[in-house]
């Protein structure tokens, strides 16, 4: 019982005047009256850290989010202290910081406003658990909009959003459902069509809210913590992702195969039905890589364990499927079986390594092997231990890549389906609740998991894949959008949740196509592969609860569908590979939605259906049953009709046909498309000719082609092949230059380069400088030759 009534009525508590201001190099301390701390690092001239203190006294500065290789370093910091307020000026931004409450507000250098606070920070005394509920409160502009924010089953524009980030395991979740499997509290804001971003790297439960409960107001607040975020400046939102993805890291290139098609079923067991599922795959010519083994091939789900009835011999298996060109990746859970005769449990125990709660027992908890106990990914012992007991699966058995599934973590048969909020954690030294390590759980996990897989398969890369993330994960794992639906619905959500992971920072990303609960009919099935080749992470995956879920499950004519458009993913794998070496090098999203491809134009604000993969090809699926097209929005420019090489002048909304067998795709004019010959697994045949599709342009194009030994490390070292092209159309002739870097030899020696949309016949052909017979290169009409993959220039002049 509280008895202070001066305490009781306190209620949300604000700064006020600033009495002490000290720059320490790149950090600026600002310190009120009543003993907030502001503290202002600048770590580039566009990216800005703000903490607030209370009681003059911070927190650890302890972040899992943030990369080891962040790019920092700012031409110009200046403060001017002026009468009402300090002033903090860059190179790109304005930093006003109010002298009587710490109120901030930002603009460009022509004092534009790009961001400011409303209240501003502002803290509520926590007296159920200590520390604060931490504020921060912007003012909403009229036009403004906002976008990422991670996995959300929501539009992709969130004004009038109301979001929460507690990674919890939603079975069959809805449209709109909060909250979802992870925690990813960064976003895009768009003013004016000028982009800013703000990261809350605040691991507590935090919660969004875009102009919801008040239309002229943007807020978001964490249940404990500091209020500590980034603000990030563009004004294009391609450089606020890049300098978010900076700040949070990228990944390691994945071996080739990982971006193959994968196949998961709940559960492929015994071993016989695995290979049955393999065998048939390559009796009907449906490219695969990588088939899936979920709890079943456990011993009673005690991971780290095989069930010797179902699969006697895993290492010969594992072999023998490896030999058809198939990887195997199976499931680890967190959740380890309390049995004194299972060693995993054991050596645990004696070592401490399972969370406590507040008062000292173990925490226990009832998942899929039944009463399980579940170690402390947040303490580094714990990690190094659990990376060491993937040797047997990957080094002796020779299991390919690690799937880490109910690591929010998921607890069964209870209402909070997760963990006690007085569990506690190492948190690497900074001892916390689960009220704090809850949403990084899984991250540090699937670290864990990395660190093993890693070592265990070296001299080739991991591939690891997780249900759970926090900020920062997609540096060590791929992910996909845990357990969907078969519903027409859930094929719209998909869309819109790979285009929102991927502009916030996590580009390898998938959904389980078909949807994972519930099952779907052959047409929604054929929609959904249709739209899944074009994301980063292509895995059919169902619960097994109500019937097939392979790609010719469903007749002859579906089978017929999916096979052409997984041949497609495999055609292009190196537009595909391209995409994930600028992922990992310049921050750019693998899919792009339309206002992040084009945010000038308006029309692209609320758009959900169309996105660009990579940057070169529009996608616009088919979301509903029985149609024969859609109404889809082309952004500004021309593309030319993948199908029918039809030219569209962007900029508007028109019909398209789309029947069953066909997805409405496009290309960018003057893109260069480059694809291998149909595989059915990564390195199958060797590669002796490169195609690549050439659409011509009036004007000029860049296009890019990064190739390396597909696995392995040696493109680290310089063994790799990055070729630009740049593209320049005039009315009667077509330049083409290329400029090579990397030491890396590919396997081939030509391309062959076939014409889409050239205005001309073919007259003369020059390479580099030197007009050439076309015998030599082999000009078939006006449609295609071959030429040296080590062209500097190539000119084709009309007759």
């Known amino acids: 019982m509280i008895t202070n009534t001066e305490i009781e009525k306190r209620g949300n508590q604000h700064p006020n005047h600033i009495v002490d201001f000290k720059q320490e190099n790149r950090k600026l301390l600002f310190t009120t009256q009543n003993g907030v701390i502001l503290e202002v690092s600048i770590l580039r001239d566009s990216v800005v850290r703000f903490r607030y203190a209370t009681e003059h006294v911070f927190e650890p500065d302890f972040s899992y989010a943030i990369s080891n290789d962040v790019n920092t370093g700012f031409n110009q910091l200046e403060v001017q202290e002026e009468i009402p307020e300090y002033v903090v000026i860059t190179n790109k931004i304005k930093i006003y910081i109010n002298k009587s409450n710490l109120k901030v507000q930002i603009t460009d250098l022509e004092d534009n406003v790009l961001n400011e606070d409303e209240l501003g920070f502002h803290w509520e005394e ?83 809210d875009f102009a919801n409960e008040k239309r002229n107001v943007t807020s978001f607040w964490a249940d404990g913590g500091e209020m500590n975020y980034y603000f990030f400046y563009g004004p294009k939102m391609s450089q606020v992702v890049e300098a978010y993805t900076d700040l949070t890291g990228v990944p390691e290139l994945p071996p080739l195969w990982a971006l193959g098609f994968h196949q998961s079923k709940w559960s492929y067991y015994p071993e016989r039905n695995v290979k049955k599922i393999a065998a048939t795959f390559r009796k009907l010519n449906i490219p695969c890589d990588a088939i899936y083994l979920d709890i ?138 689960h009220r704090k390590a809850h949403n990084v759980y899984g991250m540090q996990m699937v670290r864990a998991t990395y660190d093993g897989v890693k070592k265990y398969t070296f001299p080739r890369r991991p591939f690891v894949l997780t249900r759970a993330a926090y900020s920062g994960t997609q540096r060590y794992c791929a992910t996909w959008t845990g357990d969907n639906v078969a ?38 099935f054929a929609r959904w592969v249709q739209l899944a080749i074009f994301h980063p992470f292509c895995r059919v995956h169902s619960s097994g609860d109500h019937g097939d879920q392979e790609p010719w499950s469903f007749g002859e004519e579906i089978t017929n569908i999916v096979r052409k458009y997984i041949e497609l993913r495999y055609q292009l794998l190196p537009y595909l590979y391209t995409m994930f070496y600028k992922y990992i090098n310049n921050g750019m999203p693998m899919l792009q939605s339309l206002v992040f491809y084009d945010q000038e134009d308006s029309q692209t604000h609320f758009r959900t259906d169309e996105f660009l993969f990579g ?46 067998y066909k997805i409405p795709l496009y290309v960018k004019e003057g893109a260069m498309i480059p694809k ?37 490390y040696d493109y680290k070292k310089g063994r790799f092949s990055l070729r630009k092209f740049r593209l320049r159309g005039k009315e009667n002739e077509l330049i083409i230059q290329q400029f090579k870097d990397g030491n890396f030899t590919t396997s081939y020696n030509t391309f062959k380069l076939n014409f889409h949309g050239l205005p001309f016949t073919i007259g003369t052909v020059e390479v580099d400088n030197e007009e050439v017979d076309f015998s030599e290169i082999k000009l078939n009409g006006n449609n295609s030759i071959e030429v040296t993959k080590d062209f500097t220039e190539l000119h084709l002049i009309g007759k």
């Not at 895009?188 to 790297?201: M, P, R, T």
């Not at 929102?500 to 389980?512: E, T």
């Open 487 to 524: 519903t027409w619905e859930h094929l719209w959500i998909a869309n819109v949740q790979m285009q929102r992971m991927c502009m916030s920072g996590y580009s390898f990303v998938g959904s389980d196509i078909g949807g994972f609960a519930e099952q779907p009919n052959g047409e929604l």
């Open 296 to 433: 079943d091939y456990m011993e009673g789900f005690r991971c780290f364990t095989w069930n010797n009835r179902y699969f006697p011999n895993p290492k010969k298996m594992v072999q023998d499927l490896e030999k058809d060109g198939f990887k195997v990746v199976t499931m680890i859970d967190p959740g380890i079986k309390i049995d004194r005769d299972y060693w995993v449990y054991q050596q645990a125990m004696d070592h401490g390594f399972f969370c406590r709660r507040a008062d000292g027992p173990h925490f226990k908890g009832k998942v899929w092997p039944g009463e399980c106990k579940f170690p402390d990914f947040t303490n580094p012992e714990v990690r190094e231990w659990w990376a060491g007991l993937y040797k047997e699966m990957i080094a002796e058995i020779g299991v390919r890549g690690v799937w880490n599934d109910m690591n929010e973590p998921a607890i069964m048969e209870v209402p909070s389906k997760t963990a006690n909020l007085d569990v506690r954690h190492d948190y690497d030294g900074h001892p916390c609740s």
């Open 126 to 208: 926590n007296y159920d658990y200590g520390g604060n509920v931490v504020k921060m409160s912007k003012i909403c502009h009229s036009g403004e909009s906002y976008y990422g924010m991670g996995d959300k089953a929501s539009h992709t524009n969130l004004k009038g959003k109301r979001l929460n980030n507690w990674v919890t395991d939603s079975y069959a979740y809805g449209k709109d459902q909060e909250p979802l499997y992870k925690a990813i509290p960064f976003y895009v804001g768009l003013k004016e069509s000028v982009a800013y971003g703000i990261f809350f790297d605040n691991s507590f439960s935090t919660y969004f």
């Open 676 to 712: 291998y010959p149909v595989q059915q697994y990564v390195g199958e045949k060797e590669i002796k000719e490169l195609r690549i599709d050439v659409y011509y342009k009036e004007g000029i194009e860049n296009s890019s082609v990064y190739e390396d030994q597909q696995d392995g």
């Open 615 to 660: 940057e070169h090809m529009l996608v616009c699926p088919v979301q509903e049953p029985n149609a024969q097209g859609r109404r889809m929005y082309f952004p500004r420019g021309n593309w030319y009709s993948y199908w029918t090489d039809e030219v569209i002048e962007g900029g508007v909304e028109r019909w398209v046909p789309a029947e069953i």
